[in-house]
């Protein structure tokens, strides 16, 4: 599978060959990137990042009026079951029909709730933590306002596509949904993709985005077996279209430079049974990447890049 995709466009015919660009991406992929030897000139630095000097681009212009980067404070609802956000229908589009599952990782209010994120739930191979606070950078930009901030921007940009795009928390609830009921969320919306976001708190010098893909599980509550085919045909969507719109690079520190990691240990992802994958954007705790984290600019390309994926694994 290539790293490649259509443009997030309205429908329109084919090309009849692909431009220099696609095939240059394309010839990438099945070394694994080669370990994106050149990673220093495509990840770059400063504010909106290296994307400045990528060497791979995409041609899709970014949405306008995106979203601003400030989550919704948790209301004070006790209620940790509350109706996951959802969009309206749009009307028309190429992913009219189409349920797309948005999953932003944490929450803010999970510092305040550490007894209730902290209650073991079942992931089927073992019990593990209902959630965590997640990371930050060091300036303190937590993951939690990240990912939410990304999931507000993709919800825009796949409405404009005509998708149904639900939200398995948007800010209002005091915590959570734990990692079981986030996968519970996307299985009961019988989403068609469901995509998970995150950005990684490793150490300074390790950068670049992976996505992570559900193993075969088979145990307890978990059966992923059905799903381990259509969501690696998902990751490898979203990975591709996340390097050609972003100009990252694919984790230099985890997954072989393939920007793909299969993990069995993700409740999130074992007890789903619908396509599922996580994507790590980044790693916080690097200046270099913290620095595209916290640029609006960059956040704009991340979600487009994601939806991008979403997108071409939806039309086929």
Not at 41 to 53: I, N
Not at 244 to 268: C, E, F, H, M, Q
């Amino acid at each position: 599978m290539s790293y490649v995709g259509p443009d997030f466009e309205p429908p329109q015919p084919r090309r009849p060959r692909r431009g220099p660009l696609t095939v240059a991406l394309a010839a990438l992929v099945p070394g694994a990137l080669l370990g994106w030897v050149v990673y220093e000139t495509v990840g770059g630095s400063g504010d909106d990042g290296g994307s400045g000097r990528a060497t791979v681009r995409s041609s899709s212009p970014a949405a306008s009026g995106a979203p601003s980067d400030d989550a919704k404070k948790p209301s004070a609802s006790p209620d940790p079951t509350d109706t996951p956000s959802a969009s309206a229908p749009a009307a028309s589009g190429p992913l009219k029909g189409k349920v797309v599952v948005v999953d932003p990782g944490h929450n803010p209010g999970n510092f305040q709730h550490a007894s209730e994120i902290n209650r073991k739930v079942d992931i089927g191979t073992n019990s593990k933590e209902c959630d965590t606070t997640g990371t930050s950078t060091n300036d303190g930009y937590t993951e939690a306002r990240f990912t939410l901030d990304v999931a507000h921007r993709m919800r825009t940009l796949l409405e404009k596509q005509g998708a149904t795009v639900k939200l398995t928390q948007d800010g209002d609830r005091p915590f959570g949904p734990c990692v079981d009921e986030r996968a519970r969320i996307g299985n009961q919306a019988k989403a068609d993709a469901v995509v998970s976001i995150h950005a990684d708190g490793s150490g300074a010098g390790n950068r670049g985005f992976h996505v992570i893909l559900p193993g075969s599980v088979h145990a307890g509550a978990a059966d992923t077996r059905a799903i381990v085919g259509p969501s690696r045909d998902l990751g490898e969507h979203v990975a591709g279209r996340f390097v050609a719109v972003t100009g990252s690079a694919p984790s230099n520190y985890i997954g072989d430079g393939s920007g793909l990691v299969t993990r069995k240990d993700l409740g999130g992802l074992n007890l789903s049974s619908v396509p599922k994958v996580f994507i790590e954007c980044g790693n916080m705790r690097d200046s270099k990447d913290a620095a595209l984290l916290t640029s609006g600019a960059w956040r704009q390309k991340a979600a487009q890049g994601i939806s991008e994926g979403i997108v071409s694994f939806l039309r086929g």
